[in-house]
């Protein structure tokens, strides 16, 4: 199993993936792509670009989708409100073939995004949907990606978008953002002070107690990684479950 660009020659499983997911589209009511688009001049466009992926399985290509480092056009204006206007990477066209999904295929193209992205010094994601697209609404919160509100696309339609904030690689760098944030929330919750930005904060402790990093920070932790004056409470299991707890009952 692997992701790599695309190339010319996976044009033909691209289509065909894509004309799959046109008909999946279609037969739960979803009116997503139910037009031209994506047509083969949209994918040689990306793989021109160098933004065209693919996930092959046995030299066979199951599942494709856009990944770019760059401002897109039709996230200038939201109905809604982004996290932050930082630098941000982007996920488009993900699409996996009927007969390969539930294999976490999206969450894969997600997680090679997001290390593509770390790799850039880009620390944000951006993706959008169809309002009736349940499945991918699931799998994009999923992977920790907040709602922020409706973009509209060139064609006029719109699409409900979302962004994650992804966290420093440096597990001392990123346990220190995540120990500030968590003393921030604490205090906020004790003086009843709830607005957005404290939303905000809750909504990335809540994203990193829930990743991968949380759990390789705590087993550092025990193995005495991090330096013994690094205040570190929100490795505290029953700390920082208490307070997300705390704060959901107060929200």
């Known amino acids: 199993m692997t992701i790599r660009k695309s190339t010319y020659e996976d044009i033909p499983s691209i289509l ?9 589209l279609k037969s739960q009511n979803i009116d997503q792509w139910q037009g031209p688009y994506p047509e083969a001049e949209d994918i040689q466009e990306d793989i021109d670009r160098g ?14 989708c856009c990944i770019k480092l760059e401002v897109d056009p039709n996230y200038h204006e939201i109905h809604g409100e982004w996290l932050n206007d930082l630098p941000y990477g982007v996920i488009h066209r993900i699409a996996i073939r009927s007969s390969e999904k539930g294999k976490g295929i999206a969450q894969e193209f997600f997680q090679y995004a997001e290390d593509e992205a770390l790799n850039r010094d880009v620390y944000n994601l951006r993706i959008d949907t169809h309002k009736d697209n349940q499945s991918m609404q699931n ?18 339609s719109l699409r409900n978008a979302y ?11 990123r346990v220190k953002k ?9 205090s906020s919750l004790k003086k009843k002070e709830i607005n ?14 829930q990743s991968r990093l949380w759990k390789e920070d705590f087993e550092k932790d ?26 959901k009952e107060v929200l």
């Open 16 to 24: 065909e993936i894509i004309q799959d997911a046109k008909d999946y």
């Open 51 to 64: 933004v065209s992926y693919v996930y092959e399985e046995n030299d066979k290509v199951i599942g494709t």
């Open 139 to 156: 799998a994009i919160q999923k992977f920790g990606f907040l709602y922020t509100g409706i973009v509209k696309m060139q064609d006029g």
């Open 163 to 173: 962004q994650k904030v992804i966290f420093p690689e440096d597990a001392i760098e």
């Open 178 to 186: 995540m120990e500030a944030l968590f003393n921030m929330v604490l």
């Open 196 to 209: 957005f930005e404290v939303k905000y904060y809750l909504h990335l402790l809540n994203a990193y107690y």
């Open 222 to 247: 025990e193995q005495g990684f991090f330096p013994i004056d690094l205040k570190r409470g929100v490795l505290s299991e029953d700390g920082l479950y208490n307070l997300l707890s705390e704060i």
